[in-house]
């Protein structure tokens, strides 16, 4: 075998590179090139890599693509999902039909970069086994703990101060940024409680296992017996008592975190503890949160699932804030934590790009639009919002033929819309809660009040109404555009 540094670097174009039939990704041997780009899109999520590399305008520097040379060609070894994607955003001709309105469109600019790309050739595939192993199966390089993780986009966050701005520049769903700085704000709380030495030596450890600590405050289940404890950026609601607050979160993070002095592991897992479920757990030692959130409930007169948000009181997180900073990397400059602006309407709504024309452009304009002057425009943006994406959907699913058959010689609308997708017998969804979700919203009062906007004679629509809707709507818009495509 060779030295590495001896095997050739060629240039090349995508589009003579051939798919590996014995890629470990999928099963594609027997399968012809068009066929196994099929299976990548399938299984392999090469619509967010093509996505990825439009938003970069190209290949990551460090990306290295190695191919072997045989006697119909390059044939691609490592980089199977990347030369597929570049195949499809140089020539969407060899793009499935049922791929074509999710499938991001490269401009000529992005054609130019993606025509001439440089491979490793290796004089054989035994040759590029070892590397090939140790970057998938057996890699020595250490990845970032989850900790690691949630604090990139933290930091992110404090300097870029959007959540949609941090999603376009990495390539990355705003869902999921937004996951990591809530995880990472309800760390800094756990860390901010009072701790001995020894205690917080642990939870400061990169590799402390935080998913079992936030599960808890996640889950539906225990939501259901404690409310939602933390806001969307991961800070204690203000309708809580903060000492009650304090005081469950450091027994779950000390049961979840620190490991018992026998068995060397946390007494609490997601699954529960010493024969315990996770809400048999709640209920018999965390019962003075679950009396405080009935007393919230009774105190508002309303059901825990319609206790809406509020913004965090600074002095809250500010301590949280302060161990940040205090934290590793010591010498650099931390920039000071923004100011909360509290999100009514969809001012830090997002797309991912290549989610269409339409779409896209409408959700630039909902951001920008000033519900409070301007609530019948509003209230139009988010009708058209929703029915963009529903319509979408079923073209995404191949239900066209489908939806047109339900319908018959009905016109088609939001209304028909939405009960095509909320019949479960149409398998629209991966996750039939989205149907039920549909359903509600269209036997609700919200929908006759989307329906005024465009069809009462009189028109008129309030910003209360607005912010009444969107409680129902954008979970639904998200969810389909995030989990669904």
């Known amino acids: 075998m060779s030295a590495y540094s001896e095997w050739p670097v060629e240039p090349v174009s995508p589009l003579i590179v051939l798919l590996d039939d014995e890629n470990p990704r999928i099963n594609a041997q027997g399968k012809d090139q068009s066929e196994i780009r099929e299976l990548l899109l399938q299984a392999e999520q090469v619509t967010d890599l093509a996505r990825s590399i439009a938003s970069a305008g190209g290949l990551f520097p460090h990306d290295i693509i190695i191919v072997v040379e045989e006697a119909a060609g390059y044939r691609v070894l490592e980089g199977n999902r990347r030369i597929a994607s570049l195949q499809l955003l140089l020539n969407r001709k060899l793009l499935p039909t049922k791929y074509e309105k999710s499938f991001p469109v490269a401009d000529n600019e992005l054609k130019k970069e993606l025509s001439d790309i440089r491979v490793v050739v290796s004089p054989d595939r035994a040759s590029a086994d070892i590397i090939i192993a140790q970057i998938h199966a057996f890699s020595a390089r250490k990845k970032w703990s989850a900790i690691a993780n949630y604090r990139y986009a933290y930091r992110k966050m404090q300097k870029a101060g959007s959540i949609s701005a941090i999603a376009d520049t990495l390539g990355v769903k705003a869902p999921e940024i937004r996951k990591y700085i809530r995880r990472y704000n309800m760390y800094l709380f756990v860390l901010s409680l009072s701790w001995n030495a020894d205690e917080l030596e642990i939870l400061e450890n990169e590799d402390v296992p935080i998913t079992g600590f936030v599960y808890p405050f996640e889950s539906k289940t225990i939501k259901d017996l404690v409310g939602d404890v933390f806001d969307s950026n991961g800070n204690v609601l203000d309708a809580y008592d903060l000492e009650v607050v ?75 804030g302060k161990l940040e900073s205090k934290k590793s990397d010591k010498s650099a400059s931390v920039p000071p934590k923004k100011a909360h602006k509290p999100k009514d309407f969809f001012e830090d709504f997002s797309v991912p790009m290549g989610s269409g024309q339409r779409l896209e452009a409408l959700a630039s304009e909902i951001v920008r639009i000033d519900y409070k002057k301007f609530p019948i425009a509003a209230g139009m943006l988010l009708r058209a919002l929703l ?29 028909s819309t939405v009960l095509f997708l909320a019949d479960t017998k149409n398998s629209a969804f991966k996750d039939t809660k989205i149907a039920l979700q549909l359903a509600k919203f269209q036997n609700s009062g919200v929908k006759d009040d989307l329906d005024n906007i465009v069809h009462s004679k009189w028109g008129v629509v309030t910003r209360e109404v607005l912010l009444t809707v969107r409680p129902y709507v954008r979970p639904i818009i998200e969810t389909i555009i995030y989990e669904e495509w």
Not at 292 to 302: L, R, S, V
């Open 246 to 320: 304090k005081a469950s979160v450091k027994k779950v993070a000390r049961d979840s975190l620190l490991p018992l002095t026998g068995s060397g592991k946390p007494r609490l897992t997601t699954r529960g503890s010493a024969g315990k479920s996770i809400v048999e757990y709640f209920k018999s030692e965390h019962s003075d949160l679950i009396s405080h959130w009935a007393d919230i409930c009774k105190k508002n007169t309303i059901s825990s699932a319609n206790i809406t948000t509020s913004s965090s009181k600074s002095n809250k997180s500010q301590d949280a």
């Open 387 to 415: 029915e963009e994406t529903l319509n979408q959907h079923i073209s995404r699913k191949s239900l066209d033929s489908a939806y047109k058959s339900a319908i018959g010689k009905g016109k088609p609308g939001l209304k």
